[in-house]
């Protein structure tokens, strides 16, 4: 079970959410391992919460690093002229690309780009960045691809945020996953900490 892979085509927020649901099953926690921090519970509640803080920005185009689908929808549903952005990394399996194309919300504006290049009419005062992963004791972690693209958009001078699908209180590193230069990132979205499955 290789759910990062699933993560980088569907998002992290859409694969914690399917993951909740089987937390409890020994096997399932077995298989991930020391790959991915699931939530003890359902997570959708603090997704509308995200989806309000993001809005609040009052930005009409957001930019993601990860797929994140599920938040898409809901900021489409509260929304509709809201514009999302999924920056792919260049080297994307050209079968997970189709796949992620074809599995996009089509009640809001999504497109999706491929690095290194930027999209029209995409300036500080219409855009924001929106990077997804976990955080443990203040560590903001993203996938290897993610921190290479939010390394290379650095250049862009307008508001850079951090969104968390899970908060934990430890700072237990996951495999596979990379620590963020704080300096990259504007604000941090922040809520009670929760614990994970099998800590």
Known sequence: MDVQKTAREIGLFETAVNLAKVSSSPDVLEKIGNTFPIPMEN?????????????SFGKSKYMF???????AEIIGEK???AEII??????MDPEAK???TNNLPRHISVNVFEE?????DFFPANTMFVVCGYSGADRMMVFPDTYRMVEHY???????VFVPYIELEG?????????LNTQRINMKWRKENEQCCGE
């Open 116 to 120: 290194p290049y930027f999209p029209q």
């Open 98 to 100: 189709e796949r992620l």
């Open 154 to 160: 650095n250049v862009f001078k307008g508001k850079k």
């Open 171 to 179: 700072a237990h590193r996951y495999d596979g996953w990379m620590e």
């Open 86 to 91: 999924f920056a792919v990394p260049c080297d």
């Open 65 to 71: 690093f990860t797929p994140e689908i599920a938040l």
């Open 79 to 81: 929304c509709p002229s």
């Open 43 to 55: 997570i959708s509640d603090n997704m509308s919460l995200i989806a309000d803080w993001l809005l």
